[in-house]
């Protein structure tokens, strides 16, 4: 499609009218998600359509959109096809021809590639029916999967821009804030801090220029929520930016986008150059003589450069080291200026907003936590992938109905939320509503939008001890409760799991956790102790066989587990034998099996194989 | 070194002189364009930028992208951020260990792969995962761990 240049508000109102690119009632759209889904192999897939579809003539007919992510990550590679909602699962380049022949020929469903039903041989063939999507409401992810992200006519279709002409025609930078502020937004970014108060102290702050900055450096391990919008609807992000950018008083801005995420700079790239080249970012946008710029700087691994004040030292060539607050960067930021700093979510929710009206955003959610949270389901659950739910929600729902539960039928013990800054929910809070307050009442965060499954098999103590590695390890180093106390605990955690701790530990993890929270200088180290003290609440239990019986019940901490067969319920099967890699189990058919604990490697293999459940874990003792 | 690196770290250095901020990005495309971060060039890019010699040392030590040494020709990444960590990352870390003989952070003798662990690649839905250059290997197991390496020998 040919780029063009709008000069006016009304040219790009008239424009969209004249759209019809993503419904128009003669042509088949099969959306295929070529983000998340690449490492899956989507490419291949896409390839084989579109080398089949020329083929056979159908360019004209059959239109595909490389969109961004749907989601539904555990079945990737997927593809939705319209106007029939038809949803494929798992599809290989060898599926084209079939897709092709019966699907997009003759309006045929392709049964196996679709969802399995939640009864036996049943399916599910349109994305409407999915039990997945059913709870979900997409503000954040309102373009994800549904516009291919580089193309900007697909984004101006479905209203993107409109929101930044309407604030450059009709909002005063003030009424901007009011209505952002009466929206009742809390930074996405983990902090949880009212999005609209944060602009009034940066456009109140004295100084010139001031900046804009995009946080995408998402460092919570487990996370992927910034990294799916930024690479499937870039143009959101850039869209919120500007009417920031116009709020406070900003002509240029930065998006801080973490190296490990080439597809998403790739895309804001293509993005920013498709903007500039529309008249809608740059000089005079829209003539209404607001001017903004937007630069992209690529951040160099190092997690704490997520926290403000160490991406602005990153940004300006420095160390990210953080540095004390206040000031605020609203009030010394970028090169000691005012600078605004909002998450990626955050961002894009700033359109919908500012075209849907607060109350409308203000209508969904809970008192104190308003719209929806977009989160990344991992670990040990079924569904793994992106969901966007209304604040409020249960937990349990998000877990079970939307993410489907734990796989192989095994305990669920917990979500983790909010990575090293956060917390675990166990399972007798799973009916807690999702927002801010309620999680922090129990010891847990809503963080960025990270949830970790753990079940029966992971063990806590361990979980603690990989997280302080992780805070030990990203510790910058510039204060001593950081740098040193977490060095302390970690070592503490990692003798527990060694089946060397004392007495005295629990007692001294939690002193030493509170200690480093109140002393340490930024963000990392006040909220480093969190996954220790939040085990501790919840899973004190599992820290005490680890100490006083050495034993780990979760037959995860290698030194303290040692496999034995139980000759009550030992059936002779030899399944455990057989799949035992290197022949530590001896025993003749229907009769008792024994592990030599000399030859055992504690892989688990046994203990998960057994149907009979007579492989026990023993502790050292 | 060669002249047509040093003419394209010139150009690298000249394209950012005078730019605020420009000394992370000049450190990434001279990285781009030698694999590491030799001496020579690091003292080119301090005498182009009027940096200091031991700030440029600071920053690149800071963060993890920055190599002071020579590289493998491919670079294996294992994820053990969280969601690969619960999924048993340190498994597949191990025995890529124990194949190459090498630890976590070096490379091998033949200069053929870099081992490194990193945290989070963003595609945890398919935990564990690795990556090899550009290309994502998910719900690894062992056997294909080795067999994904073994694409690349
Ligand atoms: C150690 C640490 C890491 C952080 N990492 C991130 C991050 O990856 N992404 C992010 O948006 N905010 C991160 N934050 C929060 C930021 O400091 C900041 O609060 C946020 O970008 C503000 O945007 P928001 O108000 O829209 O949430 C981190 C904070 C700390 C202390
Ligand atoms: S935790 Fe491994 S890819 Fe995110």
């Known amino acids: 499609m040919e780029q063009r240049l709008f000069k006016t508000f009304d040219d790009l109102a008239q424009y969209r009218k004249s759209l019809n690119t993503l419904n128009d009632p003669n042509k088949i759209y099969v959306r295929i998600c070529m983000t998340g889904c690449r490492a899956q192999g989507a490419t291949g897939v896409r390839d084989a359509l579109a080398a089949g579809i020329e083929e056979r003539g159908l360019k004209d007919k059959i239109e595909i959109i490389d969109a961004g992510c749907m989601g539904f990550c555990a079945k990737a590679p997927v593809m939705v096809i319209d106007p029939a909602d038809i949803f494929y699962q798992g599809v290989t380049a060898e599926d084209a021809s079939d897709i092709i022949k019966k699907t997009l020929i003759n309006n045929k469903v392709v049964n196996r590639l679709c969802l399995n039903g939640p009864k036996k041989g049943t399916k599910i063939v349109h994305s409407r029916d999915i039990p997945f999507y059913k709870d979900q409401e997409t503000i954040v992810l309102r373009n994800c999967g549904r516009i291919s992200p580089t193309s900007l006519v697909h984004y101006i279709e479905r209203d993107g821009y409109s929101a930044l002409a309407k604030t450059l025609s009709q909002m005063p930078p003030e009424v901007v804030i009011e209505e952002v502020k009466q929206s009742g937004l809390r930074g996405r970014g983990g902090g949880g801090f009212p999005t609209g108060l944060k602009w009034q102290f940066a456009r109140a702050a004295k100084g010139a220029p001031k900046y804009i900055i995009c946080n995408a450096d998402e460092g919570d391990p487990g996370a992927f929520m910034d990294r799916a919008v930024l690479e499937g609807d870039p143009h959101s992000v850039i869209e919120g930016m500007i009417i920031g950018g116009y709020a406070i008083g900003s002509n240029e801005g930065y998006i801080y986008v973490r190296a490990e995420y080439p597809i998403a700079v790739e895309h804001l790239t293509i993005a920013i150059a498709q903007a500039e080249e529309a008249g809608l970012l740059g000089e005079n946008i829209l003539g209404s003589g607001f001017d903004f710029k937007l630069k992209i700087k690529q951040g160099a691994g190092a997690f704490v450069c997520g926290e403000e004040t160490a991406l602005i030292a990153s940004i300006e060539g420095k160390q990210g080291r953080p540095r004390p607050r206040p000031p605020f960067p609203a009030q010394s930021g970028l090169w000691g200026k005012p600078t605004n700093i909002n998450n990626v979510e955050t961002w894009a929710n700033i359109p919908p907003i500012v075209l849907n009206s607060a109350s409308w955003f203000s209508s969904l959610g809970t008192e104190k936590s308003k719209g929806t949270k977009v989160f990344a389901l991992a670990g040990k659950i079924n569904n793994t992938g992106l969901v966007e739910v209304p604040m409020g929600i249960s937990l349990r729902k998000v877990i079970f109905d939307i993410g489907g539960g734990i796989p192989k039928d095994k305990k669920f013990k917990a979500a983790q939320m909010g990575g090293p800054s956060g917390g675990c929910v166990p399972a007798e809070h799973l009916d807690l509503p999702i927002d801010y307050d309620s999680l922090q009442e129990v010891g847990a965060i809503m963080g960025s939008g990270g949830m970790v499954i753990v079940d029966e098999n992971n063990c806590m103590v361990e979980l603690a001890r990989f997280f302080l590695e992780f805070t030990q390890d990203e510790s910058c180093g510039k204060c001593v409760p950081c740098r040193i106390g977490t060095k302390r605990m970690l070592e503490i955690l990692t003798r527990i799991t060694l089946g060397e701790g004392r007495d005295e530990d629990i007692d001294t993890l939690i002193k030493l956790g509170q200690m480093i929270k109140d002393s340490s200088l930024c963000g990392l180290g006040q909220t480093a102790p969190n996954p220790v003290l939040s085990t501790i609440r919840y899973f004190r239990d599992e820290y005490e066989t680890h100490i006083k019986e050495k034993r780990c019940a979760a037959g995860s901490c290698k030194e303290l587990t040692i496999y034995v067969i139980n000759p009550e319920t030992c059936t002779g099967c030899m399944v455990c034998a057989k799949r035992c890699p290197n022949a530590a189990i001896t025993g003749e058919k229907k009769r008792l099996h024994t592990i030599d604990p000399t030859k055992c490697i504690k892989c688990g293999l046994c203990f998960e194989s057994c149907k009979f459940k007579a492989v026990e874990i023993k502790g050292r003792l | 070194m060669e002249r047509e690196k040093t003419d394209k770290l010139q150009a690298v250095i000249d394209k950012y002189k005078g730019v605020k901020g420009a000394l992370i990005p000049v450190l990434q495309e001279v990285q781009d364009l030698f694999n590491y971060l030799p001496d020579e060039a690091l003292r080119a890019v301090g005498k182009g930028l009027k940096v200091p010699l031991s700030r440029i040392y600071g920053v690149v030590t800071f963060y993890t992208q920055f190599h002071l040494v020579p590289q493998g020709k491919n ?42 662990s990193v945290r989070c690649v963003g595609t945890c839905f398919l935990a564990p995962v690795m990556m090899i250059n550009e290309d994502y290997f998910g719900e690894l197991t062992e056997k294909k761990t080795e067999e994904a390496i073994k694409q690349y020998n």
């Open chain 2, 75 to 116: 670079s294996i990444h294992v994820c053990t951020g969280t969601a690969c960590h619960v999924k048993g990352a340190k498994k597949m870390l191990e025995r890529i260990e124990s194949l190459l003989g090498i630890k976590d952070g070096d490379t091998t003798e033949d200069f053929k792969f870099t081992l490194k």
